[in-house]
Nanobody, 120 residues
């Protein structure tokens, strides 16, 4: 089973930057789409960014132009560079790995999350 561990969260002032990293327990980048999700207090978990095995990326409208997702196959990691952070970015950020095994079925693995707090 794939295990994911996030790191890099913390407290940052508005306008600041953080870089989150997700380490996988095995080499999954040849097959899995990797993603970052977040959940703020009182809100549903939402997609932040994804990056496919082919390197295609997708971002939530709220983070476009500010966040960048990338992967490093050699290190077996996926990162999320977050710039120009806003208070509304405050949330627990989760790493996700998805394997599409069928057209109608996918297998998802989740990290335990890392807290990002944007506040002055």
């Amino acid at each position: 089973q794939v295990q994911l561990v996030e790191s890099g969260g913390g407290l940052v002032q508005p306008g600041g930057s953080l870089r989150l990293s997700c380490l996988a327990s095995e080499n999954i980048f040849s097959r899995y789409t990797m993603g970052w999700y977040r959940q703020a207090p009182g809100k549903q978990r939402e997609l932040v960014a994804t990056i496919t095995s082919g390197g295609s990326t997708r971002y939530a409208d709220s983070v476009k132009g500010r966040f960048t997702v990338s992967r490093d196959n050699a290190k077996n990691t996926v990162d999320l560079q977050m710039n120009s952070l806003k208070p509304e970015d405050t949330a627990v950020y989760y790493c996700n790995a998805r394997l599409q095994v069928l057209a109608t079925r996918a297998i998802d693995y989740w990290g335990q999350g890392t807290q990002v707090t944007v506040s002055s």
